[in-house]
């Protein structure tokens, strides 16, 4: 955070007030606020302003030079270009995907999880089943291939399907082994590169010994590190590795994760010695509580304990949802925690309306990470904990989730301080703001919601922004910045617009980019001012990445909707049980009769209840919304949902389990099933391929030999699906 010091003393001026002596103090101050941010961001790896405040000092700069353009400076951050994120390293696809894991917050968690395990496999109290317990280090995942023995490609995790190729780097890290022997012929070694408490501080020293920036703790140490372009700067820091998983194997490596960590003891690697093998929930908690008490002697930085079921054939069995394990969790030390002061309380409006208030603090360091917002939740949680704006507070913050207002330091109260009061109209549209009614309990939710729908600008921007991030339409060249710049302008108002973008700059409908010589090339600026491209490629690169979304997968497309209640993971149950698009839309029409079968059908969809049911018939009741998406279906093709495995018998399939099974439980029937690319449904249809039939069924089991729909025993099933 830049100090707060005479320097901005005019800050917190609107430019339309400044006199030309503050403007210019002011033009001197973001000068050197951007460039310090600049080089924080792309040269150090080591970002101290988040976008929004980033984003606001470059509008403020902006705006400023507009209003007085003789006192623009030769070193205007405008002229500057914000360089790309840089392509500095190759990128890596991971051939088995980089996962991260579930976490427990305390001793019942632990126990939940070692019951669901149970539940899973389907044993008993009784029998017994073992897990390893080892630290959680705080650094960062690394996938180490070897091929026929030699290092050939070490990848950071990245979004976890694709990383970054830091070969080089690695090459000169003492505890990664070159060469294996009697390794594999294709062996992926994975665990985490840290920095020791005593490197980082001699590194420091070193650092501030040649006027640079040191490091806010040794996870950024690593982290900036492992990501030098010279590898020369990564030799001389040195970095060490523990590891502890493992990812393509052309064969198989150990029955156990206890054995398959000592052949990577054998094979050269550090493993950690805190590494325990526990036969019970309560050997578990022990090892927890060991690893803890010696958590600050260590001399490197743990953040919990992982436990992960040690047998690998009930890991395989166990398999995993979505991007964590079910057969592993990482148990979390308490949040550390900090105490602040709350400067103001402000409300954002989500792209559903929802509004939450967020607390701006002043900036505090907590657990090596600046923090200077908070979410408050909910009107509610504002209340109960009696936060007022001028507050002493305790914020925490637990891992990468956003930092928590644990109490107010009710002695620090300043006299005067009063209740805040939560707005009961939106504040980005004027509109009521409700607490809608939950469905399934009847209650009034604690949320309040801004009832402006379609007109309110907040959660229109908050769609779009939606529709093209990561996780839907992932549209390269369009992101938050330029999403909320072309609705300002009102270029884009629905997700159809983004389509039409070229044709309507080509017609010259719409006049997109203005550009400008700079002595570092030209940049393209949008009528507000804002840099949308550093060059002609951009532009064109932004047509093409929008032109390479024109087909799209089915679950990225209903995900990108925005509907309620309707994220990644339930798009991909609806793309995988409907289909297409045109199906689901189909359905869900005809779902709003809660009598009809498409309601029974979708409820019938294992993981979707009546709250999603609801978000879903809602959204196609809307007039509007079925609008928009027919715009939308007329710029881009959702392709036909592919089956998770289509190379198995039962992809594609529909099947149903009845009675009591006795060969897997019926959770690891369905997943299992699932992972091969069946669907699993609850009741028996015209469009059931398959009824497994277990001791005891009854109706279902009639009604599909009415319908002749084929019936397997267990073992049919399991020979079906074993080849
Ligand atoms: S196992 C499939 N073990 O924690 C699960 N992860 O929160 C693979 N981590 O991305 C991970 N210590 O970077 C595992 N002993 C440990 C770990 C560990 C640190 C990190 C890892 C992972 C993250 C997930």
Redesign the pocket.
Known sequence: MAKRDDADKFALIPVAKLTPEEAETELARLAAEIGLADDAYYAKDRPDLTDAEYDALRRRNLLIEKRFPKLKRDDSPSDKIGAAPSAKFEKAKHAVA????DNAFNDDDVVDFAKRVRKFLGLDEKEEVAFTA????D???LNLRYEKGVLALAAT?GDGATGEDVTSNVLTIKDIPKMLKAAPEVLEV?G?VYMSHADFEALNARLEAAEEDPFANPRNAAAGSLRQLDAAITASRPLRF?A??WGAASEDIAETQWDALQRFKKLGFQI?PLTKRCKSVEEMIAQYKKIEEQRSSLGYDIDGV?Y?VDRLDYQSRLGFVSR??RW?I?HKFPAEKATTVLENIEIQVGRTGKLTPVARLKPVTVGGVVVSNATLHNQEEIERKDVRVGDTVVVQRAGDVIPQIVEVVKDKRKKGARKFKFPDRCPACDSHAVNEQNPNTGKADVDKRCTGGLICPAQAVERLKHFVSRQAFDIEGLGEKQIASFFEQGIIKEPADIFKLRARQNDGKIDLYTYKKTKDGDIYLDKDGHQVATNKKSIQNLFDGIEAKREISSARFINALGIRHVGETNARLFAGHYGDVAAFYEAAVKARDEASAAYQDMLSIDGVGALVARGVIDFFDEDHNRAAVDRLLAEVTPRQAEAANTSSPVAGKTVVFTGALELMTRDEAKASAQALGAKVSGSVSGKTDYLVAGPGAGSKLKKAEELGVKVLTEEAWKKLVSV
Request: no cysteine.
């Open positions: 980089m996962l991260s894991l080892e630290p959680k280090i650094g960062l995942s995790r994975r985490e523990f502890y998983a950690n992982v992960k964590a394990p592993a990482a």
